[in-house]
């Protein structure tokens, strides 16, 4: 069977959430002895992180904007290579498309209720095209791909989506996230900072998560410091003003965009890892810490009780207060804070990127 896999920005340097699911998928799919035929289409960029082999073709397709290169040059190329089944990865489809579809949708975040605060000019455009393209596409689909029984469900309520059309398969965490030895460790243990992969996204609960912050550096004997990834300054810099909270900005380190690559270290150096998300579809950074043995504070919505398990830390994101005393309870009660490291890495166990794609290859089989 040729199988088409819209994987748009896979070559883009700084790549993201989505971006990771289908490259992981492809490689995996690249190790597997079948017969089928890949059809990758990306757009062109400096990170060739994946090449042709006998299974696997990638197609670069050039085209001045996202939606373009999705309506227009997407549905062509997959024509003209023949492409049987057309697995469009990260939320919309071509309209315009006589090839059957099987559509990965990892959440329905643009139809709910929007934050009205979000400056972001790529956030919210992103948001206008989700909301004009998903429903016209989805009766299309001959099988719509969700990553959590949270996000199955939630769709399945909102949008009267059949259960026999949809399948959920988890995501994975690549295998060089674990536990390092410590010779790879920057900071003493009592020096090993908070890590926070906060934006400017409402759904990643930034500001109060510095609130909390704040609020343990006035009750905490040691004060370490925290590390996040990727804000904007003029955001950090109203969130404090806002919150009167200027106690924190000598403690916080602020490196920029992160690779993937540098993470396992970034965790296994971290105390602890802060994912006090208000709404997430998966999570795969919260997989990371743990199989990394980073203890790890999660959020009791959406989809992180399911992925973090019934002995994860669970805290209200909505409660400051919440998140600050479990970042105390970790630094002062060191049995419990040892029994969250196996309980994380025990948890990772059940997750692996060959997983996702064993049942990727399932589902194309079934539609063949």
Same mark, same amino acid.
């Given at each position: ?129 989700? /909301?004009?393209?998903?429903?016209? #596409? $989805? =009766? ?8 959590? &029984?949270? %996000? ?89 003003? /806002?919150?009167?909270?200027?106690? #924190? $900005? =000598? ?8 690779? &993937?690559? %540098? ?96 049942? $990727? ?8």
């Amino acid at each position: 069977m040729k199988i088409g896999i819209e994987a748009q920005r896979i070559f883009r340097k700084n790549k993201h959430g989505m971006d990771y699911v289908v490259l992981q998928e492809i490689k995996e799919l690249q190790q597997m002895q079948t017969d089928d035929e890949y059809y990758v289409f990306v757009k062109p960029g400096e990170d060739r992180c994946v090449e042709d082999s006998a299974n696997v073709h990638i197609i670069e397709l050039s085209c001045p904007s996202y939606p373009l290169w999705e309506q227009w040059a997407l549905p062509r190329a997959a024509k003209k290579y023949g492409v049987e089944l057309l697995h469009c990865t990260s939320n919309t489809a071509p309209i315009w498309c006589n090839i059957p579809l099987v559509l990965t949708l990892h959440d329905i975040i643009f139809l709910e209720p929007r934050d009205k605060s979000n400056k972001s000019l790529y956030q919210n455009m992103g948001w206008f095209y989700r /909301r004009l393209v998903v429903p016209r #596409i $989805l =009766p299309k689909c001959q099988r719509i791909i969700t990553v959590s &029984n949270f %996000e199955k469900d939630n769709i399945i309520r909102k949008l009267g989506i059949p259960e026999e059309r949809m399948a959920m398969i988890y995501n994975g965490y690549n295998d060089w996230f674990q536990p390092l030895t410590s010779d790879i460790l920057h900071h003493t243990s009592a020096e090993r900072p908070f890590f926070f992969l906060g934006n400017t996204d409402p759904k990643k609960n930034t500001e109060r998560t510095l609130v909390a912050y704040s609020r343990y550096l006035e009750q905490s004997a040691v004060k370490r410091r925290l590390l996040m990834a990727d804000l904007d300054r003029n955001y950090l810099n109203d969130i404090i003003s /806002r919150n009167h909270i200027e106690n #924190i $900005l =000598p403690m916080l380190d602020i490196p920029g965009y992160i690779p &993937n690559s %540098e993470l396992p270290k970034i965790y296994n150096n971290a105390f602890a890892f802060l994912y006090t998300s208000l709404r997430e579809s998966f999570g795969i950074p919260l997989l990371e810490a743990m199989a990394c043995g980073t203890p790890v504070i999660t959020s009791n919505t959406s989809s992180m009780p399911e992925i973090g398990g019934p002995d994860a830390i669970l805290i209200n994101p909505e409660n400051s207060d919440e998140i600050t005393q479990m970042m105390l309870r970790l630094e002062t009660d060191q049995a419990f804070y040892e029994q969250q490291k196996q309980v994380g890495l025990e948890r990772a166990k059940l997750f692996s990127w060959r997983k996702t794609a064993e049942q $990727l290859h399932r589902l194309y089989k079934e539609l063949s």
